[in-house]
């Protein structure tokens, strides 16, 4: 007996074993017997491969000649690749942010070993778990990870025609949500105060909190701007893809009014950029170093606000947008945020600039006036 289809396991080595249909038996004969393997993952591929062979050739109306099975046997190589390589191939077929996939990679090969694809089991997941819950992860990054490598997974099997089940697939995480907090959240007071000391800071780093306060941006999207991709003359600023940084998803791509802070902090950084880069210090050759970014401006807002972080301001924004009642498809479309408001939120081209530019101006917060600092230009 064997655990694949259509075969037997006799003194070591797997046979194709197969009565043929009445209507084929003139061509084949009443079974085929044939050789495939010691080899039991391409043992299992060669009768699959064989298997959609003669059935697509008796499911055929007109008498074609029969197939010949031992050059079907011959022919066929199993394609055997490495978890990293096939990774690779799906990376580059993807248009998303890399760094969480590597990561997750990274450290489940340390653990697991870079092995063929139809080599991992569940166990190798449980491993991975196990370690990264030492590690002190929370369980909502455990199953991004988890997710991420999932994704590998069915790319490869779908790829390689493994008829596999996915070790990642439906793999339950120990108290699971438990450990969830509510990020906190910038009042307006705090906002004000911050924008006015970063703007008088003379530091590029603290000029993230108001072009990220003022515009929803995902910090990656801010420090990976070139200056082509900002324009002064209009207000805009274009979230687009390039060669140091991806975006996080397709909806990510968007152009955004620089109003409030959000100009006033633009017009400064660009007086330290590069011919370039806004924050030439964190880019690098192929790569955005936001995390440098991230742990810098942080630093800063942690003391000062609480233990408050450069998201804690995204997350700000859009309870801003909210209070002023603002439809959920345009806060999507403001944050770069994918849209879960069904189907017809993807048709046509989305809110105008205007449209955009309207309710952005209904939550900034009021620049300073009256003792010649700052004044807001009138909509």
């Known amino acids: 007996m064997s655990h694949i289809p259509y075969t037997i396991f006799r003194s070591g080595t797997y046979y194709y074993n197969r009565r043929v249909p009445i209507h084929a038996v003139n061509s084949y004969g009443h079974f085929i017997r044939q050789v495939l393997s010691k080899d039991p993952l391409k043992a299992e591929a060669l009768s699959k491969r064989l298997s959609n062979v003669l059935e697509g050739a008796w499911s055929a109306t007109t008498n074609a000649p029969p197939v010949n099975v031992f050059t079907i046997i011959k022919g ?25 996939p590597r990561v997750a990679l990274s450290t489940f090969l340390s653990l697991a070993g870079d092995r063929d694809v139809s080599e991992y089991t569940r166990q190798d997941v449980k491993l991975f778990v196990h370690h990264l819950e030492m590690k002190g992860n929370k369980t909502a990054t455990i199953r991004r990870r988890i997710n991420s490598l999932s994704a590998i997974m069915n790319y490869a099997y779908s790829e390689l025609d493994l008829d596999k089940r996915n070790p ?37 780093v603290k000029l993230l909190m108001p072009l990220l306060g003022e515009t929803g941006c995902r910090l990656a999207e801010i420090v990976g701007l070139r200056l082509e991709d900002i324009n002064l003359d209009n207000d805009l600023i274009y979230i687009r893809p390039n060669s140091a940084r991806r975006l996080k998803n397709k909806t990510s791509e968007r152009v955004l009014p620089l109003v409030g802070y959000a100009k006033l902090a633009m017009e400064q950084a660009q007086i330290k950029a590069d011919d370039q880069w806004l924050f030439p210090q964190y880019i690098k050759p192929g790569h955005c170093y936001a995390t440098h970014a991230s742990n810098a401006v942080n630093k800063w807002l942690k003391r000062d606000f609480g233990g408050l972080t450069a998201h804690s301001l995204r997350h700000t924004f859009r309870d801003r947008l909210r209070a002023v009642e603002c439809p959920m498809d345009m806060i999507d479309q403001i944050g770069g945020w994918r849209s ?9 081209h989305g ?25 807001l230009d009138p909509f």
């Open 351 to 375: 809110y105008s600039r205007l449209q955009v530019e309207r309710w952005l101006r209904l939550v900034l917060i009021p620049l300073a006036s009256g003792d010649g600092t700052y004044t």
């Open 340 to 348: 879960v408001g069904g189907v017809g939120t993807n048709y046509g």
């Open 76 to 100: 066929f190589h199993p394609r055997r690749v490495a978890l990293s390589e096939i990774a690779v191939e799906y990376l580059a077929l993807k248009q998303i942010d890399q760094t969480p």
């Open 168 to 204: 990642f697939t439906r793999f339950f995480i120990r108290n699971e949500g438990d450990d969830v907090f509510k990020r906190g959240i910038f009042t307006n007071d705090q906002l004000k105060w911050g924008y006015d000391k970063a703007l008088a800071s003379g530091s590029s």
